[in-house]
């Protein structure tokens, strides 16, 4: 199956970018980074532990590791590319090497529009599709979640992974949150009941709404 036809199918009209949660009707936003303190400037401070540890569970929780899921990477760029090979050079660690041919890649106008230098810039998408055992996702997650602590490795760019069978999206945008999106309440009810109390605060009377049919 081809990323843009599942999402037609399954997500028509949805955009993958920032931020899903505000772009779908069913969906929950998670709070990952909790009491943080300004003296947590170290490599495994308890902040950033919990963080991945959040993470970690989240994703787990929704990809078992023989289901079929999406690995989706865009990558802001110039639109000469003279960032690009560098960049690169951080997916393939996350991947099994035996399945780097699969990667697909696709270039796309910039995917934030509103930028006022949006005609500089292109994204390219890299889109696998694999096994969740064939993906090294504990180092990605916690990469993720470092991007803006000052943390290495930190990965910066957005990634999606979208399970499939499930069919559900998730994407982790810092050490703050993630984002989880569904077709149906029902298809994430299990998780919204077991980690009701990660919820971000903010939007939890919008959460809650979508789920009460299911109370």
Not at 22 to 38: A, N
Not at 146 to 155: A, Q, S, V
């Amino acid at each position: 199956m081809q990323l843009n036809d599942f999402m037609h199918e399954n997500y028509r009209n949805l955009q993958l970018r920032l931020p899903l949660f505000y772009s779908w009707d069913i969906g929950i936003r998670f709070e990952l980074g909790v009491d943080w303190k300004k003296e947590y400037d170290y490599p495994n401070n308890p902040y950033v532990v919990g963080c991945y540890k959040r993470a970690i569970t989240l994703f787990e929780a929704l990809h078992a590791p023989n289901e079929e899921i999406f690995v989706v990477m865009d990558i802001h760029d110039f639109k000469n590319g003279r960032n690009l090979k560098r960049k690169l050079k951080n997916f393939p660690r996350y991947i099994n090497k035996s399945l780097l041919f699969r990667v697909k890649h696709e270039a796309l106008p910039f995917i934030y529009p509103e930028d006022d230098e949006e005609e500089r810039f292109i994204t390219h998408r890299f889109t696998l599709q694999c096994k969740t055992s064939d993906f090294n996702y504990m180092p990605l997650l916690k990469a993720i979640c470092n991007k803006d602590l000052g943390l290495k490795p930190y990965f910066c760019y957005d990634v999606y992974f979208i399970n499939i069978n499930r069919k559900t999206i998730f994407h982790v945008y810092d050490d703050r949150g993630c984002d989880l999106l569904a077709t149906s309440p029902n298809a994430i009810k299990d998780i919204y009941h077991k980690h009701n109390d990660w919820i971000l605060d903010y939007d939890r009377a919008e959460i809650d709404k979508v789920f009460n049919t299911t109370l």
